[in-house]
């Protein structure tokens, strides 16, 4: 068995987010891992994170569409864009930077900047 590069646990997360595989997205995390959503909230451990997988106040599971992705030691950034609907607005696009920080091989940390587009 070939063990995955940081780069295809990063992929395997995305693919996770795409159809709301909270299985396939987990399997990626640290035991506590911390999730920073800047300027919206933290998250600790596997838990929570898995709450936010499908927040309440979205619906179905969002279009992500990773444009680039750089890899430092153990950090991967991806950028990109993607839709969503919110139960409240309704349907929405954004751009996304999310830093990976990794440890023992899984992702311990993500920092999530989420940007609003028209």
């Known amino acids: 068995m070939t063990q995955q590069t940081q780069r295809d646990l990063v992929a395997d997360y995305f693919a996770g987010f ?11 995390l640290t035991d506590d891992v911390e999730w920073v ?7 600790h451990g596997r838990a929570e994170f898995d709450g936010e997988i499908e927040n309440p106040a979205f619906t179905g599971s969002p279009a992500l569409n990773v444009h680039r992705v750089h890899e430092d030691g153990p950090v991967v950034v991806a950028t990109g864009e993607g839709r969503g ?34």
């Open 85 to 118: 609907v919110s139960v409240d607005h309704g349907p929405f696009r954004f751009a996304f930077n999310d830093l990976f920080t990794f440890r023992d091989g899984l992702i311990a940390r993500v920092d999530s900047y989420v940007v609003p587009l028209p």
């Open 18 to 28: 795409r159809t709301s595989d909270h299985p396939r997205i987990l399997a990626t």
């Open 37 to 43: 959503i800047h300027g919206h909230r933290t998250t």
